[in-house]
């Protein structure tokens, strides 16, 4: 006779498969509830039947690398990543490849991966339960290479150069903390004047485009804080980057830029103020420098930015449909 090594919800075998399973937690203190959230997550790891949590923070000096790396030698289940979209960018680059799941606690003001995959963004405790039972679902991640340097980036969301990086780059945190994301409203009406630079733009290897820009920028998704939608049609597993080029045009040349992203028709691909384009992979190369931002997070200056695509390059554990 042969023996049924099937495991069932009543079966101790089931059980202990339960017990066995662990789970990471790369948190960013500056964004936690402090003790009360870490002991929440433990007790709730202990009645979904998981082992107790390798608990990880984050610091000034390594965002969360270094503890996503430090989770990937454990040989935990999944790596959760509790912050901002910078925790959850530097926890995707080392897990990206790699097939171990990262799963979504978000904890800071834009949440910008957990809201364009309709993740909780209201309950961390919530969204650490959709995670413990969820199902994984692969994402496409894009790398990202700043004046043909040999460290290599990676982003979930947008990359910019410009006026949008600017914005990233003058937010006052203080302003963060009241007002969320009205915050950066009030850097970018800040930000509005400003001097165009040349641009030179290759999409998939192409005719370069040349325009006088104030902001070009590469989304993997289409929503920004706020519910703007600057990408409509992109969605983080379609397998193409979606490209924004902004060039105002003359004093009423941000009404162009909002007529061109608002208002477009969408069967076209540009106006006067506004070009948009897709692909596989984008050279950008500027004039003079400008600012530069991966998922919010503002990384210098640069005058030439390459990326690209990696299709369902890194697994999301989040909740089951």
Known sequence: MTENNTATPGNPKTQANAASRRAAVVINPAKSAGP?????IFRLCETQGWAEPLWLETTVEDPGAGQAREALEA????????GGDGTVRC??????????????????????????????????LSACFDVLNGSDRSVDVVKATLDRSDD????????????????????????????????YVEAGIRKLPGK????RISVDGGEPVRRRIRSVMVGNCGRLMGGIEIFPEAKPDDGVLDLLILSPRGRLGWLGVIAGIFGRNKNKNETESV???????????????????????????????????????????????
């Open 36 to 40: 009360a959230l870490k002991g929440a």
């Open 75 to 82: 040989g935990v289940d999944v790596v959760i990543a509790a």
């Open 91 to 124: 926890v995707a680059e080392v897990l990206a490849g790699t097939g171990t799941p990262m799963g979504l606690v978000p904890l800071g003001t834009g949440n910008l991966l957990a809201r364009n995959l309709g993740a909780d963004i209201t309950d961390p």
């Open 152 to 183: 290599e980036q990676v982003f979930l969301v947008m990359a910019g150069l410009g006026y949008d990086a600017a914005i990233m780059a003058d937010t006052v945190d203080v302003l963060k903390d009241r007002m969320g994301w009205l915050a």
């Open 196 to 199: 165009p630079v040349k641009a």
């Open 275 to 321: 070009d948009y384009f897709q692909g596989k992979t984008a050279e950008i190369t500027l004039e003079r420098e400008q600012e530069f931002q991966l998922d919010g997070d503002h990384l210098g200056t640069g005058k030439h930015l390459a990326v690209t695509l990696e299709p369902d390059a890194l697994k999301i554990r989040m909740a089951a449909v």
